[in-house]
C-alpha cells in the first residue's frame, strides 16, 4: 500500500472515531499513521510487513494506552437522585394493580407507578422501591 493509502485508512478511522467517541478507530487512525510514515521512509516495504506492522501497533495502543485514556477522560457522572424517593410518601392518582400502572403523586410529581396489591385512588402510598422509571410502591402505613 501506498503512503496515501494509509494516510485515507488513519483519515476514516479518524472519522469513525468522532462519529462513535469509544477510543477504538482513534488507536486504529494512529496506527495507520506510524505506518504510513514506515512506509515513506522505506522501511516497510511489503503489504505483509506493513499489514503487520499496523496490527501489533494497534494492539499495543489498545493495550497499553487505551486504559489510560478512558481514565483520563473519564467523566463525573452526577448519579440521579431519584433513590431519593424511596421511603417517600404519596397519593395515589390513579388506580395501581399488580397487573396494571397506575400513577402516583409524590412531591408534588406525577409518576407511574406499580404495587402487589390493588391500590385506589386518594389512598396514601409509600415508595419502596424504583424500577426504570416506575415508582415500586405500598400502602403506607396508618399513622
Not at 516497510?44 to 494492539?59: D, E, N, R
Not at 433513590?83 to 396494571?100: F, K
Not at 410529581?109 to 422509571?133: F, L, S
Request: charged share 15%; hydrophobic share 55%.
Amino acid at each position: 500500500m501506498s503512503v496515501l493509502q494509509w494516510v485515507l485508512v488513519a483519515l476514516v478511522c479518524g472519522i469513525i472515531e468522532l462519529a462513535s467517541a469509544g477510543l477504538w478507530f482513534l488507536w486504529l487512525a494512529l496506527a495507520a499513521l506510524l505506518t504510513s510514515l514506515g512506509v515513506k521512509t522505506g522501511l516497510l516495504a511489503s503489504l505483509q510487513a506493513q499489514l503487520l506492522v499496523f496490527a501489533v501497533i494497534t494492539m499495543a495502543f489498545i493495550v497499553f494506552t487505551r486504559p489510560l485514556a478512558l481514565k483520563f477522560l473519564e467523566t463525573k457522572d452526577t448519579p440521579s437522585n431519584v433513590n431519593a424517593l424511596i421511603g417517600q410518601h404519596g397519593i395515589v392518582t390513579q388506580e395501581i394493580s399488580p397487573i396494571h400502572y397506575g400513577q402516583a403523586k409524590v412531591n408534588g410529581e406525577i409518576w407511574t407507578a406499580t404495587a402487589e396489591e390493588d391500590i385506589d385512588v386518594d389512598i396514601r402510598i409509600r415508595v419502596i422501591g424504583i424500577q426504570g422509571v416506575k415508582l415500586i410502591v405500598e400502602k403506607a402505613p396508618q399513622e
